[in-house]
């Protein structure tokens, strides 16, 4: 019963995926990557949506509170939730970057504000560094879904049958799969979610009736727990629009559907109480689980019917699957256009699917190989995704930083994040990442300050369709000639290379 | 560019003050509701206020300056 609910789920959102291809068929590399910067606000919420709450949200966030206590479940929820304040103030600003370069990769702003192809290569490394983890991130929650099907499947199997799904989504309509998909994954996310949390509190809540059992997950959290909850608060705050953001805001229509859509993005966090629900009763009534991933899958089986979990099952598998889409294709789009040099604009989508192939092999060799906790993954993703936070700042807000300054920073950056991940040093409950990302804006900012580059428009003070006062449209025109002025002199020789 | 105080007081300001001070003052209170710790359920109050003080920014404060889609 559970596996033909999911299979029935999962055929169903691949037909999904082909009725949302039919409006971009045939559309170019801007189709396939950006939906042609054509989503309105409800959809670009969707995406979102869809992207943010992955399966870590099902998987990796109970397991958190599992395995380290409540200081995981607090420093999840207040850096999504703090995420979308700032992105309500960034996300547009971001989008505008991508709109005045006709970027559809985080490369491409980089590489074409600062003029640099070496920049251009170093942002390109950089995110493909990150963004392993985290398809590794979802191939882990998959791997747990598949295996608490109660199938005979092998770890390899399971990623194989994720891979080959998440790769037929893109196959079909690019950026739009997972857009249309994520509203059928949260019609079943949420009713799993909602369910198992129900079914925790009818069957005697994470209540205290066992209350000796939990040693990991105690009530309070203090000292180097505190200070870790607080520090990654605010780090991962910082990064997520800026790292993660390309994805769900370049394909907006607007500034406009990019803010107003972040308005209500926080209420779709009104699922995380029954999630809280159903980790604290995993804890008390599932002690010592050998793999802590598997906490609410083994709290969902032995509260539920099969029906009911095969409906769980479903929506942590799309949750998976959906997120390892997107990467892959911003993937994809990263080693077409940025990292291999002179690809024609007609042959970019085949060589984006191929390179979607061979990230979705690696991630899944990853996987078999070096599963390890979710939330450590995680961790390990923002701490790599957090280098490009001073190139954007730079591109956003400053008018003189040098292309090799930011990219110096990054590279150290993205060394000291792996030195510090590896060797894992207390730093009395400081998140390791805050470190690395200081010393990357100092390198950034610092090293411009003494050899500043060539003035630059900052997109945050020139460019702006907003109206003045009285409805009367300024800014745009005014620097218009400005930004054609430094595009001819700086991207111009890249984006003849590309051909947008 | 930052076009309106009263908007990123409202929109960042205040959530940023709740969800810190909340967590500093109620990490270490061992309380349980419903078997959870009382930090979490004061995290939980956080969403509807975030997207309550979004939503005052926008209509009151931004909406204006941002043109309609499809508008020139």
Same mark, same amino acid.
């Given at each position: 019963?559970?596996?033909?609910?999911?299979?029935?789920?999962?055929?169903?959102?691949?037909?999904?995926?082909?009725?949302?291809?039919?409006?971009?068929?045939?559309?170019?590399?801007?189709?396939?990557?950006?939906?042609?910067?054509?989503?309105?606000?409800?959809?670009?919420?969707?995406?979102?949506?869809?992207?943010?709450?992955?399966?870590?949200?099902?998987?990796?966030?109970?397991?958190?509170?599992?395995?380290?206590?409540?200081?995981?479940?607090?420093?999840?929820?207040?850096?999504?939730?703090?995420?979308?304040?700032?992105?309500?103030?960034?996300?547009?600003?971001?989008? !505008?970057?991508?709109?005045? *370069?006709?970027?559809?990769?985080?490369?491409?702003?980089?590489?074409?504000?600062?003029?640099?192809?070496?920049?251009?290569?170093?942002?390109?490394?950089?995110?493909?560094?990150?963004?392993?983890?985290?398809?590794?991130?979802?191939?882990?929650?998959?791997?747990?879904?598949?295996?608490?099907?109660?199938?005979?499947?092998?770890?390899?199997?399971?990623?194989?049958?994720?891979?080959?799904?998440?790769?037929?989504?893109?196959?079909?309509?690019?950026?739009?799969?997972?857009?249309?998909?994520?509203?059928?994954?949260?019609?079943? %996310?949420?009713?799993?979610?909602?369910?198992?949390?129900?079914?925790?509190?009818?069957?005697?809540?994470?209540?205290?009736?066992?209350?000796?059992?939990?040693?990991?997950?105690?009530?309070?959290?203090?000292?180097?727990?505190?200070?870790?909850?607080?520090?990654?608060?605010?780090?991962?705050?910082?990064?997520?629009?800026?790292?993660?953001?390309?994805?769900?805001?370049?394909?907006?229509?607007?500034?406009?559907?990019?803010?107003?859509?972040?308005?209500? %993005?926080?209420?779709?966090?009104?699922?995380?109480?029954?999630?809280?629900?159903?980790?604290?009763?995993?804890?008390?009534?599932?002690?010592?689980?050998?793999?802590?991933?598997?906490?609410? %899958?083994?709290?969902?089986?032995?509260?539920?019917?099969?029906?009911?979990?095969?409906?769980?099952?479903?929506?942590?598998?799309?949750?998976?699957?959906?997120?390892?889409?997107?990467?892959?294709?911003?993937?994809?789009?990263?080693?077409?256009?940025?990292?291999?040099?002179?690809?024609?604009?007609?042959?970019?989508?085949?060589?984006?699917?191929?390179?979607?192939?061979?990230?979705?092999?690696?991630?899944?060799?990853?996987?078999? *190989?070096?599963?390890?906790?979710?939330?450590?993954?995680?961790?390990?993703?923002?701490?790599?995704?957090?280098?490009?936070?001073?190139?954007?700042?730079?591109?956003?807000?400053?008018?003189?930083?040098?292309?090799?300054?930011?990219?110096?920073?990054?590279?150290?950056?993205?060394?000291?994040?792996?030195?510090? *991940?590896?060797?894992?040093?207390?730093?009395?409950?400081?998140?390791?990442?805050?470190?690395?990302?200081?010393?990357?804006?100092?390198?950034?900012?610092?090293?411009?300050?003494?050899?500043?580059?060539?003035?630059?428009?900052?997109?945050?003070?020139?460019?702006?369709?907003?109206?003045?006062?009285?409805?009367?449209? !300024?800014?745009?025109?005014?620097?218009?000639?400005?930004?054609?002025?430094?595009?001819?002199?700086?991207?111009?020789?890249?984006?003849?290379?590309?051909?947008? | 560019?930052?076009?309106?105080?009263?908007?990123?007081?409202?929109?960042?300001?205040?959530?940023?003050?709740?969800?810190?001070?909340?967590?500093?003052?109620?990490?270490?209170?061992?309380?349980?509701?419903?078997?959870?710790?009382?930090?979490?359920?004061?995290?939980?109050?956080?969403?509807?206020?975030?997207?309550?003080?979004?939503?005052?920014?926008?209509?009151?404060?931004?909406?204006?300056?941002?043109?309609?889609?499809?508008?020139?």
């Amino acid at each position: 019963m559970i596996v033909v609910i999911v299979c029935a789920v999962v055929v169903a959102s691949l037909a999904l995926a082909v009725w949302a291809g039919r409006a971009g068929r045939g559309g170019g590399i801007s189709e396939f990557l950006v939906g042609g910067r054509s989503f309105p606000p409800w959809l670009i919420y969707f995406l979102a949506v869809g992207e943010v709450y992955s399966i870590g949200t099902m998987i990796g966030f109970p397991s958190g509170i599992y395995a380290q206590g409540p200081g995981y479940g607090v420093w999840f929820l207040g850096y999504i939730l703090l995420a979308y304040s700032l992105g309500y103030f960034v996300a547009p600003l971001i989008w !505008r970057a991508a709109k005045r *370069y006709d970027a559809m990769t985080v490369p491409d702003v980089f590489g074409r504000h600062f003029a640099s192809r070496p920049l251009e290569l170093v942002t390109c490394a950089t995110m493909l560094i990150a963004l392993i983890p985290w398809g590794q991130y979802q191939f882990i929650g998959l791997q747990v879904v598949l295996s608490a099907l109660g199938l005979a499947l092998s770890p390899v199997q399971c990623v194989l049958i994720a891979g080959v799904v998440a790769f037929c989504y893109l196959v079909v309509s690019g950026v739009r799969s997972p857009a249309f998909v994520s509203i059928l994954k949260d019609v079943f %996310m949420l009713a799993a979610i909602v369910a198992v949390g129900l079914a925790a509190v009818l069957a005697g809540g994470a209540g205290t009736e066992r209350a000796s059992a939990p040693v990991p997950a105690t009530a309070t959290m203090d000292g180097n727990a505190l200070t870790f909850a607080l520090t990654t608060i605010v780090f991962q705050s910082l990064v997520f629009y800026f790292g993660f953001g390309g994805s769900y805001v370049f394909p907006a229509r607007s500034e406009r559907a990019v803010k107003s859509s972040t308005v209500w %993005m926080p209420l779709y966090m009104l699922v995380y109480p029954f999630l809280v629900l159903a980790a604290y009763y995993g804890v008390r009534h599932h002690p010592g689980l050998e793999n802590p991933n598997t906490v609410f %899958m083994v709290t969902a089986r032995g509260l539920l019917p099969d029906w009911a979990l095969g409906v769980v099952a479903a929506g942590a598998a799309l949750s998976g699957l959906l997120v390892l889409a997107a990467t892959a294709l911003g993937i994809g789009g990263m080693v077409s256009r940025n990292l291999a040099p002179n690809v024609r604009p007609a042959a970019q989508r085949r060589w984006t699917t191929v390179a979607v192939a061979a990230f979705l092999v690696l991630g899944a060799v990853l996987t078999v *190989y070096a599963s390890t906790l979710m939330l450590t993954v995680l961790n390990l993703t923002y701490m790599l995704l957090a280098q490009v936070v001073p190139g954007w700042l730079a591109v956003l807000y400053a008018r003189r930083t040098a292309a090799g300054a930011v990219a110096a920073g990054m590279v150290l950056g993205v060394v000291l994040a792996v030195v510090l *991940y590896v060797w894992q040093p207390s730093l009395g409950g400081v998140n390791s990442g805050l470190i690395s990302l200081g010393a990357n804006m100092l390198v950034t900012f610092g090293g411009s300050a003494v050899w500043p580059g060539p003035a630059r428009p900052a997109v945050a003070r020139h460019g702006s369709p907003v109206l003045g006062r009285g409805g009367r449209l !300024r800014g745009a025109q005014v620097v218009a000639e400005q930004v054609a002025a430094a595009d001819r002199q700086g991207a111009g020789d890249a984006d003849h290379r590309r051909g947008g | 560019m930052i076009r309106s105080r009263a908007s990123v007081v409202i929109g960042l300001g205040v959530p940023v003050v709740a969800v810190v001070a909340g967590i500093l003052v109620l990490a270490g209170n061992p309380t349980l509701v419903f078997g959870i710790p009382v930090v979490f359920c004061w995290m939980f109050c956080c969403f509807p206020l975030t997207t309550a003080c979004l939503w005052v920014s926008w209509r009151f404060f931004d909406s204006r300056h941002y043109r309609q889609d499809g508008e020139r």
